[in-house]
């Protein structure tokens, strides 16, 4: 029954590694989102995919990228992590863009970086 | 400036008792939606409840109210019949639209405490 997948929900990388992480949704919503969680603070939206179209929030470190090769599908690539990207991310889906859509979050993958 | 302002960052509350959650919010666009989500422990964010800018009554869901306050910009959350299951971060949030940019923005959370 999980709608919003995220895997994996922890993962350990290096200094500077590429780490990637996943997130699969089997709610055919058109939009997918990604947000950063530190300890003890709000989730910040990274981006957010309209169907194909990448919408990058202004304040995004050009550190982070993703990639939705289809509508399931949405990945988060993370190029040469920091230790200030240690940090809980929280995949979102929601129908549409607009004022009244519900985002259905996964249960999040927790970075580590060494 | 801070959209979304949670003053509490904890509360306690007896187990059965009500407690009221408070957030104030801050856009000057007409169009938006105010939302509550619980964060357990375990890290996943569960929607509760939905108020959008023109509904006429409170949005109730269950033990979940929203306590709109359009004029005072405030969307105060109230747990009634408290159990130690909402023992649990709760997050508002709000989205709005404004010249085709899509917001969304989290407040920084209440910590709540079911004591039994």
């Known amino acids: 029954d999980a709608m919003v997948i995220q895997n994996p929900r922890y993962q350990v990388t290096q200094f500077g590694k590429p780490v990637t992480l996943s997130c699969s949704q089997t709610?055919?919503?058109?939009?997918m989102y990604w947000y950063q969680q530190k300890s003890s603070q709000a989730p910040k939206l990274l981006f957010h995919?309209?169907?194909?179209?990448?919408?990058n929030e202004a304040d995004t470190p050009d550190n982070f990228q993703s990639r939705r090769p289809n509508t399931s599908f949405c990945f988060l690539d993370i190029r040469s992590p920091g230790l200030g990207d240690a940090a809980m991310y929280l995949c979102?889906?929601?129908?549409?863009?607009?004022?009244?859509?519900?985002?259905?979050f996964g249960p999040g993958t927790r970075l580590l970086v060494l | 400036a801070q959209k979304i302002t949670q003053t509490q960052p904890g509360m306690f509350v007896q187990e059965k008792e009500a407690v009221t959650l408070d957030c104030t919010y801050d856009?000057?666009?007409?169009?938006?939606?105010l939302f509550w989500y619980k964060q357990p422990s375990s890290g996943e964010m569960i929607f509760l409840i939905y108020?959008?800018?023109?509904?006429?009554q409170n949005a109730t869901e269950g033990r979940y109210s929203l306590n709109f306050q359009k004029a005072r910009k405030s969307a105060n959350l109230v747990i009634s019949a408290s159990q130690l299951g909402d023992s649990a971060m709760y997050f508002c949030?709000?989205?709005?639209?404004?010249?085709?940019?899509?917001?969304?923005?989290f407040g920084t959370g209440t910590r709540l405490k079911v004591l039994a």
């Open positions: 995919y309209y169907d194909k179209d990448f919408n």
């Open positions: 709610l055919n919503h058109n939009v």
């Open positions: 108020q959008g800018s023109y509904d006429q």
């Open positions: 949030a709000m989205r709005e639209v404004t010249s085709g940019t899509y917001k969304y923005i």
């Open positions: 979102a889906t929601s129908r549409e863009r607009g004022t009244k859509e519900t985002q259905y």
């Open positions: 856009t000057s666009d007409p169009s938006y939606g």
